[in-house]
């Protein structure tokens, strides 16, 4: 299984990016996928959640602000932020939920003030 995370960058506070997390060795048609941060200092925490059958499921500081999609055609799992915020600061992560023991590079975003 590989995933390989992409779309991170450098923004200012209340822009907005897209993640983009390719999939092999898997189908996450199948199985619920997750997005997941780790900000300097902190434990990698889940921040958004698709399950297979398309039911998503956000921690409240991204509700309103992020969302998960997926692409079964491209086997791609997307995560759309708006309104970022400083503490969106971290590196992201796409997982199985739960989390397979390998992960992926990750990418990061970086939003300042």
């Known amino acids: 299984v590989q995933l390989v995370e992409s779309g991170g960058g450098s923004v200012q506070a209340g822009e907005s990016l897209r993640l983009s997390c390719a999939a092999s060795g898997i189908v996450i048609s199948f199985v619920a996928m997750g997005w997941y941060r780790q900000a300097p200092g902190k434990q990698r925490e889940l921040v958004a959640s698709?399950?297979?059958?398309?039911?998503?499921n956000y921690v409240d500081f991204v509700k309103g602000r992020f969302t998960i999609s997926r692409d079964n055609a491209r086997n791609t799992v997307c995560l759309q932020m708006n309104s970022l915020k400083t503490e969106d600061t971290a590196v992201y992560y796409c997982n199985t939920i739960p989390p397979r023991t390998h992960w992926g590079q990750g990418t990061l975003v970086t939003v300042s003030s």
């Open positions: 698709i399950t297979a059958g398309a039911s998503t």
